[in-house]
Nanobody, 121 residues
Framework: QVQLVESGGGLVQPGGSLRLSCATS????????MRWYRQAPGEEREWVAS???????TYANSVKGRFTISRDNANHSLYLQMNSLKPEDTAVYYC???????????????WGQGTQVTVSS
C-alpha cells in the first residue's frame, strides 16, 4: 500500500523559513508529477506548487519567489522550502503525487495526511 507522509511543519514567525518533506513508502512501480497543496481554516484546498519527473516546476502566484519545490527521485521524496513566510501562509500543507502502483496500472493520485504550518508572532 502506497503512503505519503509529510513532516517539517510547525510554528514560525513572519519572515521565517520552514522546509517541508514528503516521504513515499510502500510498493509501487513509479512516480510521475508531485505537488504541494494547502488548506487554510474555512477555505478550500489550493494548489501551491508542482514538479515533474524532469524537475520542471510551477508555482502559485501567491508563493512565487518565496517557495521552492524539489524532489529526490532516488528516495521518492518531495520537499518544499518556504522562505519569507507570511501569516497568510498559515494552513495545513498536503503532499500529492501521481503514482503507478504496478506496471499495468494507470496513474492514481495519492495524498498525505497533511502537516500544519502556522505563521504568527
Amino acid at each position: 500500500q502506497v503512503q505519503l507522509v509529510e513532516s517539517g511543519g510547525g510554528l514560525v514567525q513572519p519572515g521565517g523559513s520552514l522546509r517541508l518533506s514528503c516521504a513515499t513508502s510502500g510498493s509501487f512501480f513509479g512516480i510521475a508529477a508531485m505537488r504541494w497543496y494547502r488548506q487554510a481554516p474555512g477555505e478550500e484546498r489550493e494548489w501551491v506548487a508542482s514538479i515533474t519527473t524532469s524537475d520542471w516546476t510551477t508555482y502559485a502566484n501567491s508563493v512565487k519567489g518565496r517557495f521552492t519545490i524539489s524532489r529526490d527521485n532516488a528516495n521518492h521524496s518531495l520537499y518544499l522550502q518556504m522562505n519569507s513566510l507570511k501569516p497568510e501562509d498559515t494552513a495545513v500543507y498536503y503532499c500529492n503525487a501521481d503514482i503507478k502502483p504496478r506496471p499495468m496500472d494507470g496513474l492514481s493520485a495519492y495524498w498525505g495526511q497533511g502537516t500544519q504550518v502556522t505563521v504568527s508572532s
